[in-house]
């Protein structure tokens, strides 16, 4: 997708504080530190516009971003980082489960794993509720560039026989590093959003 604008819109934690629901939305969520902040902002061509933390489990708000005026994209904060608080886990959980279930304009969401890591219990989990709450899971594994080009395909087939599932069909291995799998990304969105073209 051609990018020809990329903003920052507003960050919120409540259904009051939500930007206004007129463009479709995809949501970006996974662990603490898998590179989601990185991907974003790569697949927006905006070097700073996603603030990028080394700090696992900092950020605890939502932030949208609006790109094209023709879709909204919105950050959701990390989740599994073993060192929060139980009440921020907790909190963070009623939060998401709260903008999944009253996000009327919400149609996908971009879950995201380390090649490294794979499918882990929490990203399972979000992956079910995304089909409780119909969405459309995009699944991406990201840091691609951390492995060897044969430690790649080894684990592109692991993860994908976990999941029982294609890597080609039905994943997006990306890179933020390099760009690679960008394209493919913005393809799988604007083939999810009505009126977006991947031009």
Not at 173 to 186: A, E, H, I, P, V
Request: glycine share 8%; proline share 5%; net charge positive.
């Amino acid at each position: 997708m051609k990018i020809r604008s990329a903003t920052f819109v507003k960050s919120g934690v409540r259904p009051a504080d939500f930007p206004a629901d007129d463009l479709p939305e995809v949501a970006f969520a996974g662990r603490s530190n898998v590179g989601k902040s990185s991907l974003m902002n790569c697949l927006m061509q905006r070097r700073n516009l996603v603030r990028v933390s080394n700090t696992p489990g900092r950020t605890q708000l939502l932030n949208w971003f609006n790109v094209n005026d023709q879709l909204l994209l919105c950050d959701l904060p990390g989740y599994g980082f073993a060192r929060a608080p139980e009440h921020v886990r907790r909190n963070w959980g009623a939060m998401i489960e709260t903008y999944l279930e009253r996000r009327e304009n919400l149609l996908a969401i971009a879950i995201l794993v380390d090649v490294r890591r794979g499918f882990e219990d929490d990203d399972l989990q979000l992956l079910h509720a995304a089909g409780q709450f119909n969405l459309q899971p995009i699944l991406v594994v990201t840091k691609c560039d951390k492995l060897s080009r044969n430690a790649l395909f080894n684990r592109r087939h692991a993860i994908a026989r976990d999941l029982g599932t294609d890597p080609d069909r039905d994943m997006v291995f990306f890179s933020s590093l390099s760009g690679d799998g960008r394209d493919l990304l913005w393809k799988r969105i604007a083939g999810l959003l009505p009126g977006v073209e991947n031009t």
